[in-house]
T-cell receptor, first 116, second 118 residues
Framework: AQTVTQSQPEMSVQEAETVTLSCTYD???????LFWYKQPPSRQMILVIR??????QNATENRFSVNFQKAAKSFSLKISDSQLGDAAMYFC?????????????FGAGTILRVKS | GAVVSQHPSWVICKSGTSVKIECRSL??????MFWYRQFPKQSLMLMAT?????????EQGVEKDKFLINHASLTLSTLTVTSAHPEDSSFYIC??????????????FGEGSRLTVL
């Protein structure tokens, strides 16, 4: 079974600074998808960024980018120019290839605190 | 993006009663919906996969007679917590993906429902 590990229970960053959240996963498959979701205090899950395993180029969404290391099974999230609104719990998630449906496996989460 | 709505957002009930939570995909059809349970400051734990027109698939350790799931239409799945007890108090979240667009991989999440059993 696939597993997702987030080794940082909590992280802090100063406003306008950069922070990196770690995620590793375990799988024997070659076709899969990786995600970072944000869960603010409202508890609404929000998709931050998505990476297809077959793509070598790291995904980028404005201030959010990933460092996808397929051989190392690592998928870290970098948040640049951190803002107070970035404070939330962040979940790394794994999804198997297209033919297996949309079931997600989540990591334990990392609480991100942003200091002003 | 697509919208998934849950109702109620918060429910308080007495021990022994049953509670129904609805999950609706508002602007798309979902042949599959997922139900998660989340304790404070913890991750989302998948409870079951709700399949339109057929029985739900439950994860190991989840009591199917305790957590009844019905997916009668392409836009509605319901989770009924039967004979609720205080240990069932939790945050329940549903999610759905676009039917026919499984390759995009994205799941859309409801706002969640907080259940408190007294």
């Amino acid at each position: 079974a696939q597993t997702v590990t987030q080794s940082q229970p909590e992280m802090s960053v100063q406003e306008a600074e950069t922070v990196t959240l770690s995620c590793t996963y375990d799988t024997s498959e070659s076709d899969y998808y990786l995600f970072w979701y944000k869960q603010p205090p409202s508890r609404q899950m929000i998709l931050v960024i998505r990476q297809e395993a077959y793509k070598q180029q790291n995904a980028t969404e404005n201030r959010f980018s990933v460092n996808f290391q397929k051989a190392a099974k690592s998928f870290s999230l970098k948040i640049s120019d951190s803002q107070l609104g970035d404070a939330a719990m962040y979940f790394c998630a794994y999804r198997r290839g297209m033919e297996y449906g949309n079931k997600l496996v989540f990591g334990a989460g990392t609480i991100l605190r942003v200091k002003s | 993006g697509a919208v998934v709505s849950q109702h109620p957002s918060w429910v308080i009930c007495k021990s022994g009663t049953s509670v129904k939570i609805e999950c609706r995909s508002l602007d798309f059809q979902a042949t599959t919906m997922f139900w998660y349970r989340q304790f404070p400051k913890q991750s989302l734990m998948l409870m079951a996969t709700s399949n339109e027109g057929s029985k739900a698939t439950y994860e190991q350790g989840v009591e199917k007679d305790k957590f009844l799931i019905n997916h009668a239409s392409l836009t509605l799945s319901t989770l009924t917590v039967t004979s609720a007890h205080p240990e069932d108090s939790s945050f329940y979240i549903c999610s759905a993906g676009l039917a026919g667009h499984r390759g995009s991989g994205e799941l859309f999440f409801g706002e969640g429902s907080r259940l408190t059993v007294l």
